[in-house]
């Protein structure tokens, strides 16, 4: 592609209201972002129990580094993936501990929830299975299924007569069938039904794959998800959760059998071509893995103010959806939607336009992301906000 077919394509972006550009923060913390010297209440992040922006926590963290340790747990990086020398004791302290905190076998770490994603589909599944995918899973899980030598058809999001009839008709032809659904779906806040995945699974004699990562630390006594809460986790043959959103870190996670654990560590290409985890990034992540059964609190404060606000938006008549924390606001058309995110930051609130391929066409929006930071009162004139400015239109 020539420079010049480069510009026309960014031209025909702007004009859709599709163009997207990086814009550097600063002061993250309790809620709140800076930008441009302009403080905003910040709805735009995925810290969803306020970990990242938390000082007090963050120096725990740090006063624990000693001379003797920092280069074991606090030096940051590895310089190889696992395979050669980054390898570390640490990595396999925090698998162990995740495969302890499920009660399940054995867990593997990916550097991400996209590597994840990316790594496990195409390693364990070939052109003799069959790939039966939410239509409103992660971009991350869709581009794994284009890597799979797999078929794969996609389901009706959350439809699961849909998905029994793909079963009734397809299981019989392949030697290996696995549903693939996220537990919170990340745009539109809703939740998948486990239970009826599960039952699904069992009597079709299926495999169930589940990306908890907008789930993890949000539900469940211990903070393990939406499978723990639903009691399922046993019957979830592939979980995968992540660091970066709730645990206010980067990294991924995997929980599965031990069979599974060696075979993804010789065929998961995303692992074994990748350099390892930083030392301070595994440290931080055993740090809070170990903490989040404390945090019922930050969990039941996120739910309240969650469930207030989606109620205050209702009364203003706005298109709304979901029962998370994550709570999207339609509005339709990328440009409007441009628009108006323009005029909330304005505002002092910090929200972004969702628009395709992120969400279909024709269902731009605000993604309201609240954390356990955010109380009612910063949230209050938000609702009247956006009513007023889609009226005046």
């Avoid at 299924?145 to 392949?174: M, P, T, V």
């Avoid at 739910?303 to 606001?329: H, Y």
Wanted: charged fraction near 20%.
């Amino acid at each position: 592609m020539t420079m010049e077919l480069l510009r026309e394509e960014l031209e025909k972006m702007r004009a859709s209201g599709m163009y997207r550009t990086l814009r550097p923060l600063s002061n993250r913390g309790a809620g709140t972002v800076d930008l441009g010297g302009s403080t905003m209440i910040n709805l735009s992040s995925n810290d969803y129990l306020g970990l990242a922006g938390n000082l007090a926590l963050i120096e725990e963290f740090y006063s624990l580094r000693t001379p003797f340790n920092t280069m074991d747990r606090y030096a940051p990086g590895t310089a190889s993936s696992r395979l050669l020398t980054g390898d570390l004791h640490l990595s396999h302290q925090l698998e162990e501990l995740i495969a302890s905190l499920y009660g399940r076998e054995s867990s593997l770490l990916f550097n991400s929830g996209y590597h994840a994603n990316i790594g496990i589909i195409p390693a364990l599944f070939n052109k003799h299975d069959l790939i039966l995918s939410d239509k409103l899973n992660h971009a991350s899980i869709h581009d794994g299924l284009q890597i799979c030598r797999a078929e794969f058809k996609r389901f009706r999001h959350a439809d699961y007569g849909h998905l029994e009839s793909l079963l009734e008709a397809h299981r019989g032809n392949y030697r290996r069938v696995v549903v693939v659904s996220e537990s919170v779906f990340s745009m539109d806040g809703d939740t998948a039904d486990l239970l009826s995945l599960v039952d699904l699974k069992k009597r079709y004699d299926c495999l169930l794959y589940l990306d908890e990562a907008h789930s993890i630390g949000l539900y469940g006594t211990k903070g393990l998800g939406l499978a723990e809460q639903q009691h399922c986790i046993d019957d979830i043959d592939l979980l995968v959760g992540t660091f970066g959103k709730a645990c206010g870190s980067v990294g991924a996670f995997l929980v599965c059998d031990g069979a599974v654990r060696d075979y993804l560590i010789n065929r998961s290409r995303p692992l074994i071509y990748t350099t390892a985890l930083p030392p301070v990034v595994l440290s931080w992540n055993h740090f809070i893995m170990g903490r989040l059964a404390s945090m019922q609190p930050q969990r039941d404060k996120l739910k309240n103010s969650s469930l207030e606000l989606r109620k205050e938006l209702e009364k203003m008549g706005l298109k709304t959806g979901g029962s998370t924390n994550i709570i999207p606001v339609i509005i339709g058309p990328a440009d409007r939607t441009v628009e108006g995110a323009k005029l909330l930051q304005e505002h002092g609130f910090y929200v972004l336009p969702v628009r395709p391929p992120t969400v279909p066409q024709g269902t731009s929006r605000f993604r309201l992301s609240l954390t356990a930071d955010h109380d009612l009162g910063m949230l209050a004139p938000l609702p009247g906000l956006i009513s007023s400015w889609l009226a005046g239109k």
